[in-house]
C-alpha cells in the first residue's frame, strides 16, 4: 500500500472522529431542551413568623426531593428556588437540574440557602405576581411550591377564594403546631390548570395536568374539494305590491324610446306601495267661446222703418256656441218647404213696394220750400 492511500484513510478516521464528538453532544442537548419543558419552583415565605416553622420546613423538603416530588420530578426538569416577604427576591440561588443521583446534595443545598435568610416583615402575597406570570407564560408546564404562614390574601389566580378561605380555617392550627401552608399551583401554556393547599407533615398532592394536545398529522388528509353552487335564476324583483319573476316587459310604442333603467336581478327594489299620485281635476275649466266676426256690409240699402214689427237686422250674426251640438235642418221637407218659399217671396214684394213708395214721398216733401215748411210746423 503505497503512502497517498495511507494519508487518505487516516484523513477520513480523522473526521470520523471529529464528527462524532461534535453531534454527540448536540443530540443530548437537544435531548434535554425537549425534557426540560416541565419547569418546578420553589418559593419559601421568610417573614417573622416563618422563623418557628423553618425546620418543619427543612423536614418537609427533605420528604419531597427523596421521592422527587412523589414521581412528578424527572431527569433534566430544572427548578428554581425564589424568596419573599414584602418583596421578592431571585436569581440568588442557581438554576438546577435534577438528577436522582444528586438528589441529596441538591436537597441539603436548599435547605442551607433557606437556612441562611433573614426572617422579618410580613407576607405580601402580591410581591410574586408580575414575575410569576412572565415565568407562568413563557412555560409549557410549571409546577410552583409556595412554603408559606398564610397569613396574607391572594388575590392573582383563579383559586383566589378557595385558598384564602383555606387559609383562614387552619390559620390557628397550623401556627400553633408550628407547620407551613404548602401550596401547589400547576399551569400548562400560560394557564392556569390546578391547585391544592397541603398541611404537613405528610405527602404533598399534586394536580394532575390536562392531556397536551394530540400532535398533527404527518401526512394529513386532502382537504375536502369546494363544490362550486350551482346556479340558479335571477331573484325576485320586488316592485311595490308586483312580484315579476323576469325582466320587465318592452314598452309600448306610445310609451317613451328610452325608458329608465331597471334595476339588475341580483338586486331587489322596493318602492313604496302608496305612491303619490296627483289627483284628476273634478270641474275642469270650460272652454272658450269665441264670436265670429260678422262680415263687413258695404253701402246697404236704407230701410224704412214703419209700425211694423221690425225684423231682424241683417247685419247681426247671433253666434251660437260653437261646442253645442245642433242637428242640421233636412235637406228636403216637402210641401212645407214650397210654402215657406212662397211666403218669403211675398214679403220680399211686399217690402219692396213699401220702400218705393216712401223713396218717393221722401222727395215730394223736400221739394216744398223751408218757408213753406216752417209755415206749416206754426
Known amino acids: 500500500m503505497n503512502l497517498p492511500n495511507i494519508v487518505r484513510r487516516l484523513a477520513a478516521a480523522v473526521f470520523t472522529l471529529f464528527a462524532g464528538f461534535i453531534l454527540i453532544p448536540a443530540g443530548r442537548a437537544q435531548s434535554v431542551s425537549q425534557i426540560s419543558d416541565s419547569r418546578f419552583l420553589f418559593i419559601f415565605d421568610t417573614s417573622a413568623d416563618m422563623k418557628k416553622r423553618l425546620p418543619a420546613v427543612q423536614a418537609e423538603m427533605n420528604e419531597l426531593m427523596s421521592t422527587s416530588l412523589s414521581g412528578q420530578l424527572r431527569p433534566g426538569n430544572s427548578f428554581g428556588v425564589w424568596t419573599f416577604d414584602q418583596d421578592l427576591r431571585t436569581g440568588q440561588f442557581p438554576l438546577q437540574h435534577w438528577n436522582p443521583d444528586d438528589a441529596a446534595a441538591m436537597t441539603s443545598g436548599i435547605n442551607a440557602f433557606v437556612g441562611k435568610q433573614r426572617y422579618a416583615n410580613g407576607t405580601r402575597?402580591?410581591?410574586?405576581?408580575?414575575?410569576?406570570?412572565?415565568?407562568?407564560?413563557?412555560?409549557?408546564?410549571?409546577?410552583?411550591?409556595?412554603?408559606?404562614?398564610?397569613?396574607?390574601?391572594?388575590?392573582?389566580?383563579p383559586y383566589d377564594a378557595g385558598i384564602n378561605q383555606v387559609f383562614?380555617?387552619?390559620?390557628?392550627?397550623?401556627?400553633?403546631?408550628?407547620?407551613?401552608?404548602?401550596?401547589?399551583?400547576?399551569?400548562?401554556?400560560?394557564?392556569?390548570?390546578?391547585?391544592?393547599?397541603?398541611?404537613?407533615?405528610?405527602?404533598?398532592?399534586?394536580?394532575?395536568?390536562?392531556?397536551?394536545?394530540?400532535?398533527?398529522?404527518?401526512?394529513?388528509?386532502?382537504?375536502?374539494?369546494?363544490?362550486?353552487?350551482?346556479?340558479?335564476?335571477?331573484?325576485?324583483?320586488?316592485?311595490?305590491?308586483?312580484?315579476?319573476t323576469n325582466w320587465p316587459p318592452a314598452p309600448a310604442p306610445s310609451q317613451p324610446t328610452n325608458p329608465a333603467p331597471v334595476a339588475p336581478a341580483n338586486i331587489v327594489s322596493i318602492t313604496p306601495t302608496n305612491p303619490v299620485v296627483p289627483p284628476l281635476p273634478t270641474n275642469p275649466a270650460p272652454a272658450l267661446l269665441t264670436k265670429p266676426v260678422p262680415p263687413l256690409l258695404t253701402n246697404p240699402a236704407p230701410v224704412l222703418l214703419t209700425n211694423v214689427v221690425p225684423a231682424t237686422p241683417t247685419n247681426i250674426v247671433s253666434a251660437a256656441p260653437t261646442n253645442s251640438a245642433v242637428p242640421p235642418p233636412p235637406e228636403n221637407s216637402g210641401p212645407a218647404h214650397k210654402g215657406a218659399f212662397v211666403i218669403g217671396g211675398a214679403l220680399l214684394i211686399a217690402a219692396g213696394t213699401l220702400a218705393t213708395l216712401a223713396f218717393f214721398r221722401s222727395r215730394r216733401i223736400d221739394r216744398s220750400s223751408l218757408i213753406t215748411r216752417s209755415m206749416k210746423k206754426d
Request: charged content about 15%.
Open 125 to 157: 402575597f402580591n410581591a410574586l405576581q408580575p414575575p410569576l406570570d412572565r415565568v407562568i407564560h413563557n412555560s409549557a408546564r410549571l409546577t410552583v411550591l409556595i412554603f408559606c404562614d398564610g397569613e396574607d390574601e391572594i388575590k392573582w389566580t
Open 168 to 244: 383562614q380555617q387552619r390559620l390557628a392550627e397550623q401556627k400553633k403546631t408550628r407547620q407551613p401552608f404548602v401550596l401547589v399551583l400547576r399551569t400548562q401554556f400560560g394557564q392556569y390548570a390546578g391547585c391544592t393547599v397541603n398541611f404537613p407533615p405528610g405527602m404533598v398532592s399534586f394536580p394532575e395536568f390536562p392531556p397536551l394536545p394530540a400532535p398533527a398529522p404527518a401526512n394529513p388528509p386532502p382537504p375536502t374539494p369546494v363544490v362550486p353552487p350551482q346556479p340558479v335564476g335571477p331573484p325576485l324583483i320586488i316592485i311595490g305590491r308586483k312580484v315579476e
